[in-house]
């Protein structure tokens, strides 16, 4: 499987994005060289697809699939391919609170620590959808990785939980009031960029 070795904060800086949206509480004192060049048009539109990839960690070919599809649905396209990056299984976990970052939460999906309506699920990509109630296995509850002082609950204790989720961190439950719409997806990514660069 492809991985991005590069250091998140190298890469935050590069895409001009802040490391709190990945959930990293890190800072980087390096500055970024600024260019004076005028960034083309086509610059534009592949910095924002760059940067939407980089913060759900999805890789080209399926972030491809993800627009064919939300371009297939109605509505909008570019706020249909936000929502079906929203609503991913490693996504809805890290904004519930249950791991400090999306790469986190992949890995706590693909250790099997997750059930979707009382099954489990070990894909990262799988869509939830209104109504669904997510927690972590009963077993996996009591373990040093979420409950010690240090653990994913003490970390994340301050983070809000988008208003489409409800979360209990005590159980490390929730479930999916409703499906998300662009006004409360809080990505600094211009979607409008991206459905113009796919549609040449």
């Known amino acids: 499987m492809a991985v991005n070795r ?22 980087s004192k390096r500055e970024l ?14 910095r ?8 759900y960690g999805v890789l080209e070919k399926p972030f491809r699939n993800y627009y064919e599809k939300a371009d297939r649905q109605a509505g909008m396209a570019g706020e249909n391919l936000m929502r079906m990056l929203e609503l991913r299984l490693d996504n809805v976990i890290f904004r519930l609170g249950f791991a400090r970052t999306r790469r986190e939460a992949r890995q706590i999906v693909d250790h099997k620590h997750v059930l979707v309506n009382g099954k489990c699920v070990n894909i990262p990509s799988f869509q939830v959808k209104a109504g669904d109630k997510i927690e ?56 409008m960029l991206i459905v113009e660069l796919y549609s040449k």
């Open 33 to 46: 060289k600024r260019s004076t060049r005028k960034v083309s048009e086509y610059g534009q539109q592949l």
């Open 6 to 27: 590069t250091p998140v904060l190298k890469r935050c800086r590069s895409l001009g994005l802040e490391p709190t949206y990945l959930g990293y509480d890190k800072t």
């Open 136 to 191: 972590i296995k009963e077993d996996k509850k009591s373990s040093a990785r979420y409950k010690a002082e240090n653990g994913i609950l003490a970390a994340t204790a301050g983070r809000a939980v988008p208003e489409w989720l409800e979360a209990d961190s005590e159980k490390l439950e929730g479930s999916v009031k409703e499906l998300p719409s662009r006004e409360v997806i809080d990505v600094p990514v211009n979607e």
């Open 48 to 55: 924002e697809k760059q940067k939407a990839k980089f913060i």
